[in-house]
């Protein structure tokens, strides 16, 4: 099992990781007795996601999906973001060891959890 | 960079002593051991020489030593060929083994368990040692073989090779003992007299020696078929042209493990209770898998909790320190390590397992760079876990 560069790099000096305080919506997934947990934290406005922060345990695949999503998912509309599949994380990585795919779809489900917490929350306030 | 290798139980650099005698062996003496003519038989009384050293060795004749490519292939050989020895003149077949044995038991019992051979996986105690007590009710009056390994290979706990040995010469039909003591040899005294073994399972490059090349015990007179056929060498045991320069380089490696064995482990032995000590003080949240006092000079297996085990073998890795993991993400398989479960452990502390295994090349220094590095490693990768609380 080799990984790219990219994924190294990512879990190595990883892009927005943390929390953010007054979030707009959060998503969790995982859980620990399967080694892997992704939070995902959410600022947004007009429908556009204008920060996103994650948490991860797990290996290093799991925390360089974690990385490369936050990255791809800045800035993009709702919508544009729900359309985000695991095949588009695992690209962006440069691939991904085939015993590690599950981890982009990690990535996918944290951020799904949390476009859905951010509308669920909107639906109360209405 | 200078790299710090701690993964001495998966694999040992090839000492220079070993590697000298090896080197004629591949073009100017390139002979075929089984070759009647000069160049032959120069092969051939390598290969006796190496036979001599792995049988002083083992305590053993030299008719009782059959070489083989490695432990997979030794343990594989008294599993598969035992039963297929036994099988004509038995209806069943029992074989108990443990829950904490390498893949290369477990998956050729898993693959005779499909042939109508019952297999008991004994379990253990929480330091790893096959309970005894549980180890006695479990004999059969159709059980022909007992496989348990000599020392574990990710906690480095030693299992009670001599008391089951003992146990049973006392039984009253022969029951047939085998040990798997590939991660032995560099520290224990692995004579089979003593510990009462048919079979004994060695490998070359765990002991400073060559990889693919490795040797099986078989006692005199035991039952036992080769699996591989061909032209009968190693007595119809083991088909295939010798691995001459292979076989030279585990008799070096086996000669020199036992004449240096004491000093290397004295050596060893500190440095790695230095590591532990160091971890465990350094360190919150750390559980220590390995029970020193019944186990290899050489191991030190931690599960840090809130971080996961592959992560920091490759937060390691970039720091030029290499170690294992038995967590589940390394594997493939997502689950983690058999032995860790086995030993009562949670999934939540198997995933953030390391082992870090010391060979005889491991300076002060290693274990000083190590201790510097580690906690800031541990602290990254718990910041980053949305349940670890400090």
Known sequence: MIYSDKVL????????????????????????????????????????????KFETLGCAAAIAV???????????????AIKITKDDIVEDLGGLPASKIHCSMLGVEALQAAIKNYKDNQNKLK | MKTIYFDHSATTPVEPRVLKEMLPYFSKKFGNASSLYSLGKEGALAVEKARQR????????????????????????????????????RKKIHIITSSIEHDAILEPCADL?????????????PNGIVDIEIFKKAIRPETVLVSIMYANNEVGVIEPIQEIGELLKKQKNKIYFHTDATQAVNALDCDVQKLGVD?????????????????????????????????????????GTLNVPGIVGLGKAIELAGRERLKNNSKIFKLRNKLIAGILKEIPDVILNTDIDNALPSHAHFSFLGAEGEAILFE????????????????????????????????????????FSL????????????????????????????LYKN
């Open chain 2, 113 to 125: 368990e499909k042939e109508g051979v019952s297999i008991t996986y004994l379990p253990v105690k």
């Open chain 1, 66 to 80: 974690s990385s490369a999503l936050t990255d791809i998912v800045k800035g993009k509309t709702l919508d544009e």
């Open chain 2, 316 to 355: 390691l890795d970039f720091r030029g320190i290499e170690v294992s993991t038995g967590s589940a993400c390394a594997s493939g398989s997502l689950e983690p390590s058999h032995v860790l479960l086995a030993m009562g452990l949670s999934p939540e502390t198997a995933h953030g397992a390391i082992r």
């Open chain 1, 9 to 52: 790099e990512h879990f190595k000096h990883p892009h927005n990781q943390g929390s953010i305080k007054n979030a707009d919506a959060i998503g969790e997934v995982g859980n620990p007795v399967c080694g892997d947990v992704m939070k995902i934290y959410l600022k947004i406005k007009d429908n556009i996601i204008k920060d996103i």
């Open chain 2, 199 to 239: 079979f004994l399972s060695i490998s070359g490059h765990k002991i400073y020696g060559p990889k693919g090349v490795g040797a099986l015990f078989v006692k005199k007179g035991s039952s036992l078929k080769g699996i591989q056929l061909g032209g009968h060498q190693e007595n119809n045991l083991r088909s």
């Open chain 2, 54 to 89: 792995v049988a002083n060795f083992l305590n053993c004749e030299t008719s009782e030593i059959v070489f083989t490519s490695g432990g997979t292939e030794s343990n594989n050989l008294v599993l598969k060929g035992l039963v297929k020895a036994l099988s004509p003149l």
């Open chain 2, 359 to 386: 060979g005889k090349g491991n300076t002060a220094e290693d274990i000083q760079k190590t201790l510097k590095v580690l906690p800031l490693i541990i602290s990254k990768l718990r910041a980053m876990n949305p």
